[in-house]
Structure formats: C-alpha cells, structure tokens
C-alpha cells in the first residue's frame, strides 16, 4: 500500500561495498523505516556482500548483481535490471555502484532519477570525471555539513541539490539503562570501570591509539571493550599483547545488541582520526547518556561540542586521549552533565524519524526534478 496522497516512491539502492560498518547499517535501517512508511525499496549489491544476507533480517528485499568493481559485465547487469524494474529512483553508495549506475542511466531511454550518498569525510577528486558523476544526480546526500561543503567546494556542484542527512538512531532502542543490570548480563565484573568503543574494527576509527591511552592511565580497576569486527582485528591483538594487556581488555566481536555494551559502559570513547561523516557510533552513545571522549574528525563536530556534550581532543594523541578519559572517570558530576545533554541533543536532532523525513523529502524532490 502506497503513502497516504499517492507519493509513495520505487527505490533501488545498490552497494558495491562487500563489507560491514556504520555505511551498510544505515541503508538498510533506513530501507526498512521507508518499506514502513509505504515506499517499495529494494537493495542490489554483490551476492557474497555481507548485506545480501543481512538484508532479509531487516525485512528488505535484496537482488545480488555483480556490481562489487566497474566491469563490463556489472554494467550489462545493472542496466538490464534497470530496464526491467524501472525504479523510480537509484540512490547510489559507493564508487564502483555509483560509476555503473551513471553509465546505465545515460544509456536508457527511460531512466531512474539518482540519488547520490556520500557517507565518508575523505576527500573527493576535483577531476571532470567526477564532476560530471554527481552533476548525473539530481540529488546528493552527505552524512554531515562538512561532507557538503567539501562536494559543492570541490566539484562546484548546484547548492541546492546537496543536502545534509545525518544517520539516523532508534530512540527507544538506544537509551540510558541500568548499568548494572547491563554489566551483569554480559557477564562483565560489577567492581570494575569500563571503558569502550563500539565501531568497525578499522585503522582509522583509532583503535590502536586508545590502546596507547588505556595502556597509560595505570588503572587496574579500568577494562576496555572493544566492540566490533574488521579487518584491523589482527594488528589490534598483537597490540593488546604487545602493551601486555590482555586480561585487561575484551574483544567482542560482532555484536546484535550493541546498545546493551553501550549500556554497560561507564566512558564510551571514539579517537577517530579520518573518513567520518557524523558516526552512529557516537549519536548511540549519545542517547545512552554515556560520558565521551572523540575527535574533531570528519563531521563529528556536528553531533558534539567540546565542554557540553563530550570532551574533544586532538586525533592520533594517546596522552591527550588518556588524560580526557581520566578526568571524566575521576569527576563524577562533569561525566553526568556531559551525558544528560548528549542524550537530549540526541534525542531532538539526530532521531531515526528525522532522518526518515529528510530522505523521504529527498527522493521525491528527486523524482519531480527528473
């Protein structure tokens, strides 16, 4: 059944990423919200992609094409699903899925309007290439103002079809707990601290840097939990062992419940040093009322003040980092401020509703500019 009016609207996302982070969780949190506000959304990505079988637990229906690299024969295969599906819109992720989707709609007859998401802070080529790839669009998406500023400077873009969308969070799913029920469910020692981060296990989001700090702030009392899997995993254990710390720090994995991690926490810490948009990591946290420590990276600045919602400090410094997460373990009343108005800057600005709102005003302004 359609949106109420008549406007609902057929989108395709397609995903060459094969990985497993904050950018694939997005689109399909957001493709399940729109299927429940009466779109037909769909996902297509490569058939071994994590979010092939991922999708089906989100309730969103996924095609596998072969569209992981720009290749001829992931061209054909687009195009012709394309041909035969007629979305009304492609909303486009990544490089190789976006470069084939231009291709296949410049080809067609009768094509889908684009969509394109940018959803990391590095930089983008001002090259003709890549300029004449976003002006295919008639929309583009960043996950933070930074990330729009950065495209309409570099590829001189339509100010107007540029908007920032922040990723939206589940406010009812991600919210304050007790933390002592939480730590005794996963099993974590009621007398001790903990310290964590909940993220993709990659080198930038920092994690051998706070490894560092943790290693420096000498508190037997203090355990890390490292939430997350990736591809860092190998050089983050033999870092572990090289700081002699593993009985002092978990690694998780994966996890399905990352709010009840989150809940358990005491200081939640994200020393990330590039690539970010606005982080879920740190709008869950946020709602969590949790106390943290992060960088002024990326568009991370648009979710946090330093002094107000989190402390800031300077990326790739373990001593800064160590002395940040010291000070909010050892004053109480500063780490319960900082945490009360994460959880309401949070709750008014970053909500999965919100989010929702905005790309459902995106894709139809795209379809009527097509």
């Known amino acids: 059944m359609g949106r109420p009016g008549g406007y609902s609207v057929k989108i395709l996302h397609t995903e060459a990423s094969c990985g497993w982070g904050g950018q694939e969780i997005r689109i399909l949190e957001e493709s399940r919200g729109l299927i429940g506000r009466g779109h037909e959304v769909s996902i297509a990505c490569p058939a071994h992609a994590r979010m092939t079988s991922e999708a089906p637990r989100f309730g969103v229906p996924v095609v596998a094409l072969p569209i992981e690299f720009k290749t001829l024969a992931g061209f ?72 729009r500023r950065h495209l309409l400077e570099t590829l001189q873009l339509e100010s107007a079809r540029v908007v920032s969308v922040p990723t939206g969070i589940d406010t009812e799913r991600f919210a304050p707990g007790d933390k002592a029920s939480a730590k005794a469910a996963l099993g974590l020692d ?37 939430v997350g899997e990736g591809p860092m995993r190998g050089p983050i254990e033999e870092k572990i062992a090289a700081l002699g710390l593993g009985a002092r720090v978990t690694l998780a994995g994966q996890r399905t419940d990352p709010e009840r991690w ?65 000070r909010l373990l050892d004053d109480s009343a500063l780490a319960n401020r900082l945490g009360a108005a994460a959880r309401r800057v949070a709750s008014a600005d970053f909500s999965r509703e919100v989010m929702l709102d905005r790309m459902e005003h995106v894709f139809l302004g795209a379809r009527a500019n097509d």
């Open 76 to 147: 054909r295969a687009l195009r012709s699903y394309l041909a035969s599906q007629r979305p009304d819109i492609v909303n486009t992720h990544s490089s190789a899925d976006s470069w084939l989707t231009g291709l296949a709609c410049a080809t067609l007859a009768h094509s889908p309007a684009i969509v394109r998401s940018r959803h990391i802070s590095a930089p983008v080529s001002a090259n003709p290439f890549n300029r004449w790839l976003y002006r295919q669009a008639q929309g583009v998406v960043t996950t933070g103002e930074s990330l």
């Open 190 to 226: 009621p007398r001790q601290k903990h310290l964590g981060i909940v993220a993709t296990l990659r080198s930038w989001k920092g994690h051998l840097f706070l490894l560092d700090a943790f290693a420096q702030l000498k508190r037997p009392d203090l355990h890390l939990l490292i």
């Open 262 to 326: 989150l809940q358990a926490l005491d200081v939640f810490c994200l020393p990330s040093y590039a690539n970010e948009g606005v982080p879920q990591a740190i709008l869950q946290a946020m709602l969590c009322a949790l106390p943290i420590v992060t960088t002024p990276v990326g568009a991370i600045l648009e979710a946090v003040n330093d002094g107000e919602t989190a402390l800031v400090v300077p990326p790739r410094d373990a001593a800064a980092l160590a002395a940040a997460i010291a």
